[in-house]
């Protein structure tokens, strides 16, 4: 079936550390998009990968989008106490289509 | 997000009960979600629906059931066949066509067994 698979599940690091996560998919994608979600809240959007090889930055962010299409990554340059929460990706299978696949979710926690 | 409203906010059911969670937009979004978080896990997509009187079936839609009567509103009722049911449930709406559009999510309802 369609899956989205995420890495890593939890990371830790220092404030003042980089932080990647990765989104992998069995099968090409229509788009992809990020959410973050603070503990105890509901998922908020962050963007959304349209074109094969798209990078988008959002200040400390980058988004990637792999030239097939299967694959997605977020990077956070200098990771700040304000960076916590889970990130998860979204996928679009189908393009028309309104049903998207959630990875799993990547949780940061980032240490003073 | 504004503009979703999801509620109650805790609710807790007893062995055999349905319940139902409530779920109103006043986005005028077509679109409308429901997904199951459990602890430390991701979104699992239940029901979802892109138009009035149309709801199609996630991937975990066993035990639950839902409605589409008004543009605005999304409710899923969880039944006594879902054996389960202790997770957060957040909805979720969409705005319709100019390409993909982000999901707007409610607060969620933490529903828990008695």
């Known amino acids: 079936g369609q899956q989205v698979m995420q890495i890593p599940q939890y990371q830790h690091v220092q404030e003042g550390e980089d932080f990647t996560t990765y989104c992998n998919s069995s099968t090409t994608l229509s788009n992809i998009q990020w959410y973050k979600q603070r503990p105890g809240g509901h998922p908020v959007f962050l963007i959304q990968?349209?074109?094969?090889?798209e990078v988008k930055k959002q200040k400390r962010l980058t988004f990637q989008f792999g030239e097939a299409k299967k694959n997605s990554s977020l990077h956070i340059t200098a990771t700040q106490t304000t960076d916590v929460g889970t990130y998860f990706c979204a996928g679009l299978f189908t393009s028309g289509t309104y049903k998207y696949i959630f990875g799993t979710g990547t949780r940061l926690k980032v240490l003073a | 997000d504004g503009g979703i409203t999801q509620s109650p906010k805790y609710l807790f059911r007893k062995e055999g009960q349905n319940v139902t969670l409530s779920c109103e937009q006043n986005l005028n979004h077509d679109a409308m979600y429901w997904y199951r978080q459990d602890p430390g896990q991701g979104l699992r997509l239940i029901y979802y629906?892109?138009?009035?009187?149309?709801?199609q079936k996630g991937d975990i839609a066993e035990g639950y059931s839902v409605s589409r009567e008004k543009k605005e509103s999304f409710p899923l009722t969880v039944t006594s066949a879902q054996k389960n049911p202790t997770a957060f449930y957040l909805c979720a709406s969409k705005e319709q066509g100019r390409g993909s559009q982000p999901q707007h999510f409610g607060d969620g309802t933490r529903l828990s067994i008695l």
């Open positions: 990968l349209v074109k094969s090889g």
């Open positions: 629906s892109q138009i009035v009187n149309d709801f």
